[in-house]
């Protein structure tokens, strides 16, 4: 399997994600790296913010303000396709080395989609110096 997709670029001058790709399990991949909790802020019984430390994203207010803690991987979307290694078998290694490039290979090519389209840079460099 391999998974291609975009995360959270922590640069504040950043515009658009940054592009990953990997073979699966190449990178330790956690349940709680998929999920972004909104805390309610008319909430009868409100649950603590630390509760859910470790998901990918916490929102609430706090004195009228929004705050937000997000975790150092944070994915945006991801598509992971699923290979079959029935007919493959005896090439194991070989195939995860070249998925794996392929993965990343794939990770390049979303990475400059989402930074040469040029309609978006046109919008986009309406809002950045």
């Not at 303000?65 to 005896?90: C, G, K, M």
């Not at 390049?108 to 989609?113: E, R």
Request: with cysteine; charged share 30%; proline share 5%.
């Amino acid at each position: 399997m391999t998974r291609v997709g975009s995360c959270m670029d922590f640069d504040p001058r950043a515009t658009v994600p940054t592009a990953f790709g990997w073979l699966v399990g190449d990178f330790p991949e956690e349940w709680g790296h998929g999920v972004s909790v909104f805390h309610n802020p008319n909430a009868v019984r409100p649950i603590p913010v630390d509760f859910f430390e470790g998901f990918s994203g916490r929102h609430w207010f706090e004195d009228g303000r929004y705050e937000n803690l997000f975790r150092d991987f944070t994915p945006n979307a991801s598509i992971t396709a699923v290979y079959s290694t029935e007919r493959y078998r005896d090439r194991l290694e070989e195939l995860n080395d070249l998925l794996r490039r392929e993965a990343e290979m794939k990770a390049q090519q979303f990475a400059a989609a989402l930074r040469d389209e040029t309609k978006f840079l046109a919008w986009r460099d309406r809002f950045v110096d």
